[in-house]
């Protein structure tokens, strides 16, 4: 999905919602135990209910993987699933030398050869430029860099770090800047980072910001819109288990959709209020 496509999505959907499917099959609603795929069937059916809500679905990797064989075809039907007017985002956090962060580009892009054909991937840039171009280079395909996180922990080392009179954090946008442009290259920043936004927004004014941390973390999403929302929106906010898990019965796809619906209401009101809908 290009960037103009994304915007229109926005605009259209009146949202920048984007679903996170982290996929506990100990979570989810006892009844899908019986189906041959839980994971899938309960996917489908948040899907079916939230898709004309948001723009964007984030299955987070690791929920997959961590289910080995089985995971991975839970997610295969996943991502063949998803609405093709929503962004496919794989939360994998990769970054490795050049020839490694390669191969993780084609098995997260290359549908053909791995069964995954995902929009954008999220990226570990802590290995620097060899580490992240490999993920540019490939047509029509996003990637996500991580620049200031929402945990707690991403405090340790993204900021206070001053160099040059600025944050780690900064540093990552200005340099990984170079490696790409508005077109490939989104960043990572927490909702629960607040006024760091308008430090974001100075380095990178035109960006897509995947803003995870609203919800279960708390991230204030009035406060994102205040200091990270740019003239296109600029912003993909994330939500995962205050809607995948607003209910833990048989009307959990219900208890989504309304959970997704509360937070497309906020949105559609900041969309109006900065004058990107009318
Ligand atoms: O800084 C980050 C980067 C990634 N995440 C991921 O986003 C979702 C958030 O889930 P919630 O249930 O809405 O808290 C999850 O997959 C994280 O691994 C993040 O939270 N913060």
Redesign the pocket.
């Known amino acids: 999905m290009t960037r103009n496509e994304l915007i229109h999505q926005i605009k259209t959907k009146r949202s920048f919602l984007c679903v996170?499917l982290?996929t506990d099959i100990d979570k989810i609603p006892q009844h899908l135990l019986d189906h041959e795929d839980p994971v899938f069937e309960f996917n489908r059916q948040i899907i079916a209910a939230t898709a004309d809500l948001c723009v964007a679905y984030?299955p987070?990797i690791a929920f997959y993987e961590s289910r080995g064989v089985a995971g991975w075809k839970s997610l295969q039907k996943t991502w063949a699933a998803l609405p093709k007017d929503c962004l496919s985002i794989a939360?994998a956090k990769r970054g490795d030398i050049g020839n490694t962060s390669k191969m993780y580009a084609k098995a997260f892009f290359e549908q053909q050869t791995s069964g995954l054909g995902f929009d954008a991937i999220?990226i570990a840039p802590y290995m620097g430029h060899d580490s992240v171009k490999p993920f540019l280079e490939f047509s029509g395909k996003w990637g996500i860099v991580?620049a200031l996180?929402?945990?707690a922990g991403?405090l340790d080392f993204q900021v206070g770090r001053d160099v040059n009179g600025q944050q780690l954090f900064e540093q990552v946008i200005r340099q990984t800047n170079t490696w790409g442009d508005v077109t490939n290259l989104m960043y990572?920043v927490?909702a629960t980072r607040g006024e760091a936004f308008a430090t974001i927004r100075k380095h990178a004014p035109n960006h897509f910001l995947l803003v995870?941390?609203?919800?279960?973390?708390g991230g204030s999403l009035s406060e994102v819109c205040k200091y990270g929302m740019n003239t296109d929106c600029g912003l993909l906010v994330?939500?995962?288990?205050?809607i995948i898990y607003a209910s833990k019965g048989t009307d959990f796809a219900e208890k989504a959709r309304e959970e997704a619906l509360a937070l497309q209401q906020q949105m559609e009101h900041e969309l109006l209020e900065k004058g990107i809908i009318s």
């Open positions: 996170g982290d984030k987070n939360d999220t991580l996180t929402s945990n991403g990572v927490g995870p941390g609203v919800g279960a973390q994330n939500a995962t288990r205050s």
